[in-house]
T-cell receptor
Framework: GAVVSQHPSRVICKSGTSVKIECRSLDFQATTMFWYRQFPKKSLMLMATSNEGSKATYEQGVEKDKFLINHASLTLSTLTVTSAHPEDSSFYIC??????????FGQGTRLTVV | AQSVTQPDIHITVSEGASLELRCNYSYGATPYLFWYVQSPGQGLQLLLKYFSGDTLVQGIKGFEAEFKRSQSSFNLRKPSVHWSDAAEYFCAVGPSGSARQLTFGSGTQLTVLP
């Protein structure tokens, strides 16, 4: 079946550095990629929606300059957390969608900023 | 606006007992409904989904869910719970017709007693 591969699964970085998270759709073209963030004991919150070849649409309250999203091709979307701080520590999950309603989650990335 | 309510934050059952996790949604059109499971530190795994047709949906790991339009519910059931079912369960709703973002419930944490 269709798979979205997300890397890395875990990353620890120093405060002030940037981290890039990749999501690749392995056997389908993800025209849309959604990026979610999950806080401890909380549900998943949509951060942004990216469409291939266009700028991402961010949800209210999400800093565009901090969470850079690039969807350069139909099989790759990236989320870069810039100048990371401890409060950015979270579980980030991508969700790749295609026409017809089917969409698939990546495995998630546990980001810890120290 | 669409919304999902999972009224039970935490449920504890004994191994071998039956299980029902509640999910109520609010949506203005025909919804896509999903149940996902998340083990600690892991990504999301799709258990089952409802798009149309038979309102009783069979999923993986012996789970099933029933869509009841009149009650705006999509409860998840399993006749006999296994210890490995202990995890967090999320109900989600999305618009039909194209790949759009999902709205998640707040999750139900399932504990299974030996």
């Amino acid at each position: 079946g269709a798979v979205v591969s997300q890397h890395p699964s875990r990353v620890i970085c120093k405060s002030g550095t940037s981290v890039k998270i990749e999501c690749r759709s392995l056997d389908f073209q993800a025209t849309t990629m959604f990026w979610y963030r999950q806080f401890p004991k909380k549900s998943l919150m949509l951060m942004a929606t990216s469409n291939e070849g266009s700028k991402a649409t961010y949800e209210q309250g999400v800093e565009k300059d901090k969470f850079l999203i690039n969807h350069a091709s139909l099989t790759l979307s990236t989320l870069t957390v810039t100048s990371a701080h401890p409060e950015d520590s979270s579980f980030y999950i991508c969700w790749g969608g295609r026409e017809g309603g089917e969409a698939f989650f990546g495995q998630g990335t546990r980001l810890t900023v120290v | 606006a669409q919304s999902v309510t999972q009224p039970d934050i935490h449920i504890t059952v004994s191994e071998g007992a039956s299980l029902e996790l509640r999910c109520n949604y609010s949506y203005g059109a025909t919804p896509y409904l999903f149940w996902y499971v998340q083990s600690p530190g892991q990504g999301l795994q799709l258990l089952l989904k409802y798009f149309s047709g038979d309102t009783l949906v069979q999923g993986i790991k012996g789970f099933e869910a029933e869509f009841k339009r009149s009650q705006s519910s999509f409860n998840l059931r399993k006749p006999s719970v296994h210890w490995s079912d202990a995890a967090e369960y999320f109900c989600a709703v999305g618009p039909s017709g194209s790949a759009r973002q999902l709205t998640f419930g707040s999750g139900t944490q399932l504990t299974v007693l030996p």
